[in-house]
């Protein structure tokens, strides 16, 4: 919320009219935090592929509490072509419910609703089980149009089991899902990120140097 307020101060002074949306992972010891703004999402792979879950959700037009919030605070929701199944929110034209920034759509000064698109975040907490939990993927909005969370895991566990090692998976595997979500024709930027937790690299049960692996690979993003 203070990242919202900063932004909007200088947003207001430059007249950038320009959001985003975010999802945020953090661990504290063995807590998880993952808090989203908007349509990105995170997903969470347990038991070396057997299970997976949601760990946000999705904010967008056509969730009913979104839709609740919007309309009660004097927004409306609307569908601007029959032909494409996408509701957007008045004022803004967004697709998305939560971003920051979009000063177009919150500012009265700039025709914007107070309470219609908000940057109030929701946050999930839960503690890390180092005998289940053995990664998070994190992607924009550009993958999620064109794949499912069970299709994402899919993909990546794929993409896991043809290789003969750890190190280097934190790369290959958020590339494998961006090329697969390219390939699906997603006209969205396609961002991926993978965190590793130590349950992972008990996959590769030759694998010994798992601080080394963690240290090196566990913060790789690719763009």
């Known amino acids: 919320m203070e990242a919202e307020r900063r932004f909007t101060i200088q947003a207001d002074k430059s007249g950038d009219s320009s959001g ?59 569908k601007p072509n ?21 000063i177009k759509a919150k500012l009265k000064k700039y025709g914007g609703r107070e309470g ?30 064109k794949l499912d969370s069970h299709a994402v895991m899919s993909v990546a566990w794929d993409t896991i089991k043809r290789a003969q090692a750890a190190p280097g998976l934190t790369g290959k595997v958020p590339d494998a899902i961006i090329r697969e979500a390219a390939c699906q024709r997603s006209s969205d930027n396609l961002t991926c990120i993978m965190l590793t937790f130590k349950h992972f690299a008990s996959f590769f049960p030759s694998r010994q140097d798992l601080n080394s692996f963690q240290i090196a690979d566990r913060l790789q993003a690719t763009l």
Not at 23 to 46: F, H, P, Q, W
Not at 87 to 101: A, D, I, Y
């Open 116 to 145: 219609v698109i908000i940057a109030t975040p929701e946050v999930r907490q839960f503690t890390i089980n180092e005998n289940q939990h053995d990664f998070i993927v994190m992607g924009c909005d550009g993958i999620f149009d």
């Open 82 to 102: 029959a032909d494409v199944d996408v509701l957007r929110v008045f004022p803004s034209g967004l697709s998305v419910s939560r971003t920051f920034g979009d």
């Open 20 to 78: 985003s949306c975010a999802i945020i992972v953090l661990t504290v010891d063995s807590e998880c935090y993952v808090a989203n703004v908007g349509d990105s999402r995170a997903v969470l792979s347990a038991e070396h592929g057997q299970d997976w879950s949601s760990l946000s959700r999705d904010h967008r037009p056509n969730d009913d509490d979104e839709i609740k919030r919007i309309t009660t605070n004097g927004g409306q929701i609307y």
